[in-house]
Protein backbone atom coordinates (compact mmCIF):
# COMPACT_ATOMS: atom_id res chain seq x y z
CA UNK A 1 0.00 0.00 0.00
CA UNK A 2 1.49 3.51 -0.98
CA UNK A 3 2.03 5.42 2.02
CA UNK A 4 -0.35 7.73 0.55
CA UNK A 5 -3.01 5.58 1.18
CA UNK A 6 -2.53 4.36 4.96
CA UNK A 7 -5.78 5.17 6.77
CA UNK A 8 -3.10 5.74 9.64
CA UNK A 9 -1.57 8.48 8.17
CA UNK A 10 -1.96 11.77 9.41
CA UNK A 11 -1.32 15.32 8.39
CA UNK A 12 0.01 18.74 10.41
CA UNK A 13 -2.93 20.20 8.79
CA UNK A 14 -5.66 20.27 10.82
CA UNK A 15 -8.39 17.54 9.04
CA UNK A 16 -12.00 17.80 10.54
CA UNK A 17 -13.54 14.57 11.40
CA UNK A 18 -15.56 13.33 8.41
CA UNK A 19 -13.65 16.13 6.19
CA UNK A 20 -13.77 14.78 2.06
CA UNK A 21 -10.11 15.79 2.25
CA UNK A 22 -7.80 14.12 4.70
CA UNK A 23 -4.61 13.59 3.06
CA UNK A 24 -5.06 10.24 1.65
CA UNK A 25 -7.14 12.41 -0.67
CA UNK A 26 -4.81 15.48 -2.28
CA UNK A 27 -7.23 16.28 -4.63
CA UNK A 28 -6.14 18.88 -7.91
CA UNK A 29 -8.23 21.83 -8.65
CA UNK A 30 -7.64 25.97 -9.89
CA UNK A 31 -8.60 27.97 -7.34
CA UNK A 32 -8.11 32.09 -7.18
CA UNK A 33 -7.56 34.96 -4.16
CA UNK A 34 -8.00 38.28 -5.77
CA UNK A 35 -6.40 38.69 -8.99
CA UNK A 36 -4.31 35.41 -8.18
CA UNK A 37 -5.43 32.08 -9.78
CA UNK A 38 -2.95 29.03 -8.96
CA UNK A 39 -3.32 24.95 -9.07
CA UNK A 40 -4.10 24.15 -5.98
CA UNK A 41 -4.76 20.94 -3.48
CA UNK A 42 -6.34 20.66 -0.30
CA UNK A 43 -6.08 18.84 3.08
CA UNK A 44 -9.40 19.19 5.22
CA UNK A 45 -10.43 23.20 5.15
CA UNK A 46 -6.82 24.49 3.83
CA UNK A 47 -6.64 25.08 0.52
CA UNK A 48 -2.31 24.77 -0.94
CA UNK A 49 -1.53 26.83 -3.09
CA UNK A 50 1.04 24.57 -5.24
CA UNK A 51 2.72 27.30 -7.41
CA UNK A 52 4.58 28.64 -4.40
CA UNK A 53 5.84 25.08 -2.96
CA UNK A 54 7.27 25.20 -7.18
CA UNK A 55 8.64 28.94 -6.46
CA UNK A 56 10.32 27.74 -3.05
CA UNK A 57 12.21 24.62 -4.51
CA UNK A 58 9.95 21.84 -2.46
CA UNK A 59 9.22 20.01 -6.25
CA UNK A 60 13.18 20.68 -7.63
CA UNK A 61 13.86 16.87 -6.69
CA UNK A 62 10.99 15.67 -9.02
CA UNK A 63 11.13 14.54 -12.48
CA UNK A 64 8.99 17.23 -13.55
CA UNK A 65 10.48 18.77 -16.80
CA UNK A 66 8.90 21.99 -16.63
CA UNK A 67 7.63 23.64 -13.58
CA UNK A 68 4.95 26.11 -15.36
CA UNK A 69 2.38 23.62 -15.02
CA UNK A 70 1.75 25.19 -11.66
CA UNK A 71 1.58 28.22 -13.00
CA UNK A 72 -0.83 27.20 -15.82
CA UNK A 73 -5.01 28.98 -16.09
CA UNK A 74 -6.15 25.21 -15.84
CA UNK A 75 -4.89 22.01 -14.67
CA UNK A 76 -4.41 20.49 -18.34
CA UNK A 77 -0.61 20.18 -18.30
CA UNK A 78 -0.22 19.03 -14.98
CA UNK A 79 -2.97 16.22 -16.16
CA UNK A 80 -0.75 15.47 -19.15
CA UNK A 81 2.25 14.43 -16.90
CA UNK A 82 2.76 11.29 -17.30
CA UNK A 83 1.43 8.46 -14.74
CA UNK A 84 4.96 7.93 -13.09
CA UNK A 85 5.62 11.55 -12.52
CA UNK A 86 1.88 12.43 -11.14
CA UNK A 87 2.68 9.50 -8.90
CA UNK A 88 5.54 11.18 -7.68
CA UNK A 89 4.15 14.41 -7.23
CA UNK A 90 1.36 12.89 -4.94
CA UNK A 91 4.25 11.12 -3.23
CA UNK A 92 5.85 14.42 -2.10
CA UNK A 93 3.12 16.16 -1.26
CA UNK A 94 2.02 13.74 1.10
CA UNK A 95 5.69 13.79 2.40
CA UNK A 96 5.45 17.58 3.13
CA UNK A 97 2.28 17.57 4.55
CA UNK A 98 2.54 14.52 6.76
CA UNK A 99 2.90 15.11 10.79
CA UNK A 100 5.98 13.19 11.02
CA UNK A 101 8.01 15.72 8.84
CA UNK A 102 9.09 19.06 9.70
CA UNK A 103 10.39 20.75 6.20
CA UNK A 104 7.28 22.73 5.34
CA UNK A 105 5.55 22.74 8.82
CA UNK A 106 8.38 24.65 10.43
CA UNK A 107 8.81 27.22 7.61
CA UNK A 108 6.60 29.62 8.78
CA UNK A 109 7.58 32.01 6.10
CA UNK A 110 6.63 29.42 3.46
CA UNK A 111 3.47 27.98 5.42
CA UNK A 112 1.72 31.15 5.41
CA UNK A 113 2.46 32.21 1.63
CA UNK A 114 0.84 28.83 0.60
CA UNK A 115 -2.01 28.22 2.76
CA UNK A 116 -5.75 29.34 2.54
CA UNK A 117 -8.95 28.94 4.27
CA UNK A 118 -10.76 27.00 1.99
CA UNK A 119 -14.00 29.80 2.93
CA UNK A 120 -11.36 32.41 1.75
CA UNK A 121 -10.93 30.82 -1.58
CA UNK A 122 -13.21 30.87 -5.22
CA UNK A 123 -13.03 27.21 -6.81
CA UNK A 124 -12.67 27.59 -10.55
CA UNK A 125 -12.94 25.25 -13.35
CA UNK A 126 -10.46 23.26 -13.21
CA UNK A 127 -9.43 22.68 -16.92
CA UNK A 128 -10.61 23.85 -20.17
CA UNK A 129 -12.45 21.22 -21.97
CA UNK A 130 -11.70 19.93 -25.24
CA UNK A 131 -14.09 17.44 -25.66
CA UNK A 132 -16.99 15.87 -23.65
CA UNK A 133 -18.85 12.41 -23.94
CA UNK A 134 -21.56 11.63 -22.34
CA UNK A 135 -22.56 7.78 -21.88
CA UNK A 136 -25.76 6.28 -20.86
CA UNK A 137 -24.12 3.28 -18.60
CA UNK A 138 -26.66 2.38 -15.66
CA UNK A 139 -29.02 -0.33 -17.07
CA UNK A 140 -31.36 0.64 -14.32
CA UNK A 141 -31.39 3.68 -15.64
CA UNK A 142 -31.59 2.36 -18.91
CA UNK A 143 -34.51 0.13 -18.62
CA UNK A 144 -36.50 2.95 -16.59
CA UNK A 145 -36.37 4.89 -19.22
CA UNK A 146 -37.40 2.17 -22.07
CA UNK A 147 -40.05 1.36 -20.12
CA UNK A 148 -41.57 4.84 -19.51
CA UNK A 149 -41.04 6.01 -23.00
CA UNK A 150 -40.94 2.38 -24.83
CA UNK A 151 -42.15 -1.38 -24.93
CA UNK A 152 -41.41 -2.33 -20.68
CA UNK A 153 -40.93 -5.67 -22.37
CA UNK A 154 -38.49 -4.77 -24.37
CA UNK A 155 -36.69 -1.40 -22.47
CA UNK A 156 -32.93 -1.86 -23.73
CA UNK A 157 -32.38 -1.04 -27.23
CA UNK A 158 -30.95 -4.12 -28.75
CA UNK A 159 -27.23 -2.53 -28.85
CA UNK A 160 -27.12 -1.56 -25.01
CA UNK A 161 -25.73 -4.57 -23.45
CA UNK A 162 -23.27 -4.71 -26.27
CA UNK A 163 -21.46 -1.08 -26.17
CA UNK A 164 -21.25 1.56 -24.21
CA UNK A 165 -23.66 3.78 -25.27
CA UNK A 166 -22.62 7.50 -25.54
CA UNK A 167 -23.30 11.08 -27.45
CA UNK A 168 -20.68 14.20 -28.17
CA UNK A 169 -22.00 17.02 -25.61
CA UNK A 170 -21.01 20.30 -25.34
CA UNK A 171 -18.18 21.07 -23.29
CA UNK A 172 -18.55 24.78 -23.92
CA UNK A 173 -21.52 25.21 -21.24
CA UNK A 174 -19.84 22.59 -18.55
CA UNK A 175 -19.61 25.30 -15.31
CA UNK A 176 -17.96 24.42 -12.36
CA UNK A 177 -19.88 23.80 -9.06
CA UNK A 178 -21.73 27.50 -7.31
CA UNK A 179 -22.60 28.16 -11.04
CA UNK A 180 -26.15 29.20 -11.35
CA UNK A 181 -27.94 27.94 -14.83
CA UNK A 182 -30.97 29.34 -16.28
CA UNK A 183 -34.01 27.15 -16.98
CA UNK A 184 -33.57 26.68 -20.88
CA UNK A 185 -35.92 27.13 -23.41
CA UNK A 186 -36.96 25.50 -26.78
CA UNK A 187 -39.66 23.65 -28.37
CA UNK A 188 -41.92 21.21 -26.95
CA UNK A 189 -45.04 19.15 -27.85
CA UNK A 190 -46.96 18.52 -25.10
CA UNK A 191 -50.47 17.44 -27.00
CA UNK A 192 -49.28 15.12 -29.79
CA UNK A 193 -52.00 16.22 -31.68
CA UNK A 194 -51.06 19.59 -32.23
CA UNK A 195 -48.54 21.57 -33.83
CA UNK A 196 -45.30 22.38 -31.10
CA UNK A 197 -44.74 25.02 -28.96
CA UNK A 198 -41.88 27.15 -27.86
CA UNK A 199 -41.14 28.61 -24.16
CA UNK A 200 -38.95 27.40 -20.90
CA UNK A 201 -39.05 23.84 -20.22
CA UNK A 202 -41.28 22.65 -18.04
CA UNK A 203 -39.87 19.36 -17.10
CA UNK A 204 -36.00 20.60 -15.93
CA UNK A 205 -34.12 17.50 -14.28
CA UNK A 206 -31.07 16.87 -12.75
CA UNK A 207 -29.01 13.65 -13.76
CA UNK A 208 -26.78 12.18 -11.37
CA UNK A 209 -23.31 11.14 -12.59
CA UNK A 210 -19.55 11.12 -12.48
CA UNK A 211 -16.99 11.83 -15.12
CA UNK A 212 -13.27 11.19 -15.88
CA UNK A 213 -11.08 13.31 -16.91
CA UNK A 214 -7.79 11.86 -19.54
CA UNK A 215 -4.15 12.38 -19.18
CA UNK A 216 -3.57 10.67 -22.56
CA UNK A 217 -2.97 12.65 -26.34
CA UNK A 218 -3.48 10.08 -29.44
CA UNK A 219 -3.29 10.43 -32.65
CA UNK A 220 -6.14 9.97 -35.00
CA UNK A 221 -6.36 6.60 -35.79
CA UNK A 222 -4.78 5.15 -32.65
CA UNK A 223 -6.90 3.91 -30.21
CA UNK A 224 -6.61 2.69 -26.50
CA UNK A 225 -6.92 -0.73 -25.18
CA UNK A 226 -9.43 -1.56 -22.34
CA UNK A 227 -6.20 -2.79 -20.73
CA UNK A 228 -4.25 0.83 -20.97
CA UNK A 229 -7.40 2.55 -20.90
CA UNK A 230 -6.90 3.15 -16.95
CA UNK A 231 -3.55 4.44 -17.17
CA UNK A 232 -4.76 7.07 -19.40
CA UNK A 233 -7.41 8.14 -16.72
CA UNK A 234 -5.99 11.15 -14.57
CA UNK A 235 -9.24 11.17 -12.00
CA UNK A 236 -13.34 11.80 -11.26
CA UNK A 237 -15.58 14.93 -10.82
CA UNK A 238 -18.86 14.76 -9.78
CA UNK A 239 -21.46 15.70 -12.41
CA UNK A 240 -24.90 16.95 -12.69
CA UNK A 241 -25.89 16.52 -16.57
CA UNK A 242 -29.44 18.90 -16.55
CA UNK A 243 -31.20 17.71 -18.62
CA UNK A 244 -34.78 19.48 -19.80
CA UNK A 245 -37.12 16.25 -20.58
CA UNK A 246 -39.89 18.06 -22.29
CA UNK A 247 -37.52 19.81 -25.33
CA UNK A 248 -35.47 16.45 -25.01
CA UNK A 249 -38.59 14.40 -26.02
CA UNK A 250 -39.23 16.36 -28.67
CA UNK A 251 -35.55 17.09 -30.53
CA UNK A 252 -33.88 13.51 -29.94
CA UNK A 253 -35.45 11.60 -32.84
CA UNK A 254 -32.88 10.84 -35.06
CA UNK A 255 -30.10 12.33 -33.63
CA UNK A 256 -30.09 12.52 -30.10
CA UNK A 257 -30.52 15.21 -27.32
CA UNK A 258 -29.16 19.09 -28.35
CA UNK A 259 -30.83 21.85 -26.72
CA UNK A 260 -32.18 19.94 -23.99
CA UNK A 261 -28.61 19.06 -22.54
CA UNK A 262 -26.56 21.72 -23.73
CA UNK A 263 -27.52 24.87 -21.77
CA UNK A 264 -25.48 23.62 -18.96
CA UNK A 265 -23.95 20.65 -17.06
CA UNK A 266 -22.16 21.12 -13.33
CA UNK A 267 -18.78 19.87 -11.94
CA UNK A 268 -17.24 19.48 -8.94
CA UNK A 269 -14.42 21.83 -8.72
CA UNK A 270 -11.77 19.39 -7.07
CA UNK A 271 -10.67 16.31 -9.36
CA UNK A 272 -10.08 13.41 -7.08
CA UNK A 273 -7.16 11.13 -8.64
CA UNK A 274 -6.74 7.68 -9.27
CA UNK A 275 -4.54 6.77 -6.85
CA UNK A 276 -6.71 8.19 -4.14
CA UNK A 277 -9.32 6.10 -5.28
CA UNK A 278 -7.66 2.85 -5.71
CA UNK A 279 -8.63 1.49 -2.26
CA UNK A 280 -12.22 1.59 -3.34
CA UNK A 281 -12.06 -0.86 -6.37
CA UNK A 282 -14.89 -3.29 -6.52
CA UNK A 283 -16.50 -6.03 -8.98
CA UNK A 284 -19.30 -4.57 -11.59
CA UNK A 285 -22.50 -6.18 -12.77
CA UNK A 286 -22.14 -9.18 -14.72
CA UNK A 287 -22.15 -8.83 -18.46
CA UNK A 288 -24.32 -10.89 -20.25
CA UNK A 289 -24.36 -11.49 -23.29
CA UNK A 290 -20.12 -11.52 -23.08
CA UNK A 291 -18.74 -8.77 -24.70
CA UNK A 292 -16.52 -8.61 -27.16
CA UNK A 293 -12.96 -8.93 -27.25
CA UNK A 294 -12.05 -5.36 -26.82
CA UNK A 295 -14.16 -4.43 -24.58
CA UNK A 296 -13.32 -7.78 -21.99
CA UNK A 297 -12.06 -6.64 -18.37
CA UNK A 298 -11.10 -9.01 -15.99
CA UNK A 299 -10.45 -8.08 -12.27
CA UNK A 300 -11.94 -5.08 -10.62
CA UNK A 301 -13.02 -2.22 -12.89
CA UNK A 302 -15.59 -0.06 -10.79
CA UNK A 303 -15.46 1.99 -7.48
CA UNK A 304 -17.65 2.10 -4.64
CA UNK A 305 -18.28 5.68 -4.51
CA UNK A 306 -21.43 6.51 -2.49
CA UNK A 307 -23.71 9.44 -4.21
CA UNK A 308 -26.73 11.44 -2.75
CA UNK A 309 -28.37 14.30 -4.41
CA UNK A 310 -30.75 16.65 -2.47
CA UNK A 311 -32.91 19.52 -3.05
CA UNK A 312 -33.07 22.53 -1.70
CA UNK A 313 -36.37 25.49 -2.44
CA UNK A 314 -35.45 28.71 -1.54
CA UNK A 315 -34.96 30.07 2.10
CA UNK A 316 -35.70 26.21 3.08
CA UNK A 317 -33.13 23.16 3.99
CA UNK A 318 -32.37 20.42 1.80
CA UNK A 319 -34.01 17.59 1.60
CA UNK A 320 -32.72 14.12 0.30
CA UNK A 321 -33.88 12.50 -3.05
CA UNK A 322 -31.70 9.90 -4.20
CA UNK A 323 -28.89 8.05 -2.64
CA UNK A 324 -27.17 5.88 -5.71
CA UNK A 325 -23.60 4.51 -6.00
CA UNK A 326 -21.37 4.78 -8.61
CA UNK A 327 -20.54 0.62 -8.21
CA UNK A 328 -23.77 0.13 -10.04
CA UNK A 329 -22.57 1.26 -13.34
CA UNK A 330 -22.84 -1.69 -15.99
CA UNK A 331 -19.52 -0.70 -18.27
CA UNK A 332 -16.79 0.62 -16.27
CA UNK A 333 -14.34 3.66 -17.17
CA UNK A 334 -11.67 1.13 -19.36
CA UNK A 335 -14.54 0.32 -21.45
CA UNK A 336 -16.14 3.14 -22.21
CA UNK A 337 -12.52 4.89 -23.03
CA UNK A 338 -11.45 2.00 -24.99
CA UNK A 339 -14.77 2.09 -27.16
CA UNK A 340 -14.97 6.07 -27.86
CA UNK A 341 -11.28 5.36 -29.19
CA UNK A 342 -11.73 1.74 -30.98
CA UNK A 343 -12.79 3.35 -34.68
CA UNK A 344 -9.81 6.02 -34.28
CA UNK A 345 -11.09 8.97 -32.58
CA UNK A 346 -8.27 10.96 -30.80
CA UNK A 347 -8.46 12.16 -27.27
CA UNK A 348 -6.00 14.79 -25.44
CA UNK A 349 -6.06 15.72 -21.54
CA UNK A 350 -8.51 17.21 -19.89
CA UNK A 351 -11.44 15.84 -22.08
CA UNK A 352 -14.06 14.57 -19.63
CA UNK A 353 -16.65 11.33 -20.26
CA UNK A 354 -19.04 11.19 -18.08
CA UNK A 355 -20.79 8.28 -16.96
CA UNK A 356 -24.74 8.79 -17.51
CA UNK A 357 -27.35 8.15 -14.95
CA UNK A 358 -26.29 6.57 -11.97
CA UNK A 359 -29.51 4.78 -10.51
CA UNK A 360 -29.47 1.77 -8.49
CA UNK A 361 -32.53 -1.23 -8.46
CA UNK A 362 -34.30 0.82 -5.37
CA UNK A 363 -36.72 3.89 -5.69
CA UNK A 364 -34.70 6.00 -3.64
CA UNK A 365 -31.70 5.49 -5.77
CA UNK A 366 -32.97 6.23 -9.16
CA UNK A 367 -31.02 9.09 -10.33
CA UNK A 368 -33.17 11.25 -11.75
CA UNK A 369 -36.48 13.12 -11.23
CA UNK A 370 -37.70 11.49 -14.14
CA UNK A 371 -37.10 8.42 -12.37
CA UNK A 372 -38.04 9.53 -8.91
CA UNK A 373 -41.61 11.03 -10.07
CA UNK A 374 -42.19 8.67 -12.32
CA UNK A 375 -42.42 10.68 -15.78
CA UNK A 376 -44.16 13.04 -12.82
CA UNK A 377 -46.66 10.51 -11.61
CA UNK A 378 -45.25 11.11 -8.15
CA UNK A 379 -44.36 13.75 -5.90
CA UNK A 380 -41.15 14.22 -3.92
CA UNK A 381 -41.95 16.33 -0.55
CA UNK A 382 -39.65 19.38 0.29
CA UNK A 383 -38.72 20.31 4.03
CA UNK A 384 -40.81 23.37 3.55
CA UNK A 385 -44.30 21.49 2.38
CA UNK A 386 -44.15 21.79 -1.49
CA UNK A 387 -43.38 18.77 -3.70
CA UNK A 388 -41.41 18.55 -6.67
CA UNK A 389 -41.70 16.45 -10.21
CA UNK A 390 -39.38 18.20 -11.82
CA UNK A 391 -37.26 20.97 -10.59
CA UNK A 392 -38.61 24.57 -9.89
CA UNK A 393 -36.49 27.60 -10.44
CA UNK A 394 -34.59 28.76 -7.59
CA UNK A 395 -34.26 25.27 -6.39
CA UNK A 396 -30.72 24.30 -5.50
CA UNK A 397 -29.67 20.91 -6.94
CA UNK A 398 -26.65 19.61 -4.23
CA UNK A 399 -24.37 16.26 -5.17
CA UNK A 400 -22.29 14.81 -2.98
CA UNK A 401 -19.92 11.57 -3.52
CA UNK A 402 -17.83 9.21 -0.88
CA UNK A 403 -15.87 6.55 -0.70
CA UNK A 404 -15.02 4.48 2.62
CA UNK A 405 -13.18 1.83 3.67
CA UNK A 406 -12.92 0.93 7.41
CA UNK A 407 -11.24 4.15 8.60
CA UNK A 408 -10.18 5.38 5.21
CA UNK A 409 -12.83 7.91 4.00
CA UNK A 410 -12.53 10.13 0.34
CA UNK A 411 -14.85 12.58 -0.63
CA UNK A 412 -15.59 14.71 -3.39
CA UNK A 413 -16.47 17.59 -1.81
CA UNK A 414 -19.94 19.04 -3.55
CA UNK A 415 -21.27 19.71 -6.76
CA UNK A 416 -23.70 22.66 -6.59
CA UNK A 417 -26.20 25.03 -8.82
CA UNK A 418 -29.36 26.94 -8.23
CA UNK A 419 -31.74 27.11 -11.37
CA UNK A 420 -32.54 30.69 -12.34
CA UNK A 421 -35.89 31.64 -14.29
CA UNK A 422 -35.32 31.32 -18.14
CA UNK A 423 -33.59 34.48 -19.45
Known amino acids: MLKSTNPEFTSWIDVPQESDFPIQNLPYGMASSGELVFAASRIGDTVIDLSVLADFGYFDSLPIDNLWVFYQKNLNELVAMPKAVRVALRERLSELFSSENGELRDNEEVRNLILYAAEEIQMLLPLDIGDYTDFYSSIEHATNVGIMFRD ?45 VFGPSKQLDFELEMAFITSAKTNLGDSISVEDAEDAIFGLVLFNDLSARDLQRWEYVPLGPFLAKSFGSVISPWVITMEALEPFRTQGPKQEP ?4 YLKTTGEHNFDIELQVAIQPKNSEAALVCQSNFKYLYWNMAQQLAHQTVAGCNINPGDMYASGTISGKTPDSFGSLLELSWKGTKKLAMKDGSERTFLQDNDTVIIRGQARKGKLRIGF ?4 TTILPAK
Open 152 to 196: PANALLPNWKHLPVGYHGRASSIVVSGTSVHRPKGQTRPDDTKPP
Open 290 to 293: EVLP
Open 413 to 416: GECV
